[in-house]
């Protein structure tokens, strides 16, 4: 089992930056696929990207393909997301999520566990 916290979330002006972290406990971090998903008010959770066990593998959504870089650390078992231009449609609250997939996985059904959230909201 994993517990995941995010932090790095707050508010900045469209064209800026964030880097949000996602920390995780256990023991077993670098054997999970690792994901981070968004929601805004309204909305279904929606897939942002994924990175595999050694981080070779990744996927993006198709709206942050250039723009958000996802990492981890399975030292620090850490993931990161890094989201540069940031856009006011990229407001919304950012989970992490981990998957005991054997492959990098976009669908969040596909998640076993989920952190609690970090707002980010970007202001046009």
């Known amino acids: 089992q994993v517990q995941l916290v995010e932090s790095g979330g707050g508010l900045v002006q469209a064209g800026g930056s964030l880097r949000l972290s996602c920390a995780a406990s256990?023991?077993?971090?670098?054997?999970?696929?690792m994901g981070w998903f968004r929601q805004s008010p309204g909305k279904e959770r929606a897939f942002v990207a994924a990175v595999g066990w050694t981080a070779r593998s990744t996927s993006y959504a198709d709206s942050v393909k250039g723009r958000f870089t996802i990492s981890r650390d399975n030292t620090e078992k850490t993931m990161y997301l890094q989201m540069n231009s940031l856009k006011p449609e990229d407001t919304a609250v950012y989970y992490c999520a981990a998957s005991t997939s054997l492959s990098v996985v976009t669908h969040r059904y596909a998640y076993n566990y989920w952190g609690q959230g970090t707002q980010v909201t970007v202001s046009s």
């Open positions: 256990g023991r077993t971090f670098s054997s999970y696929v």
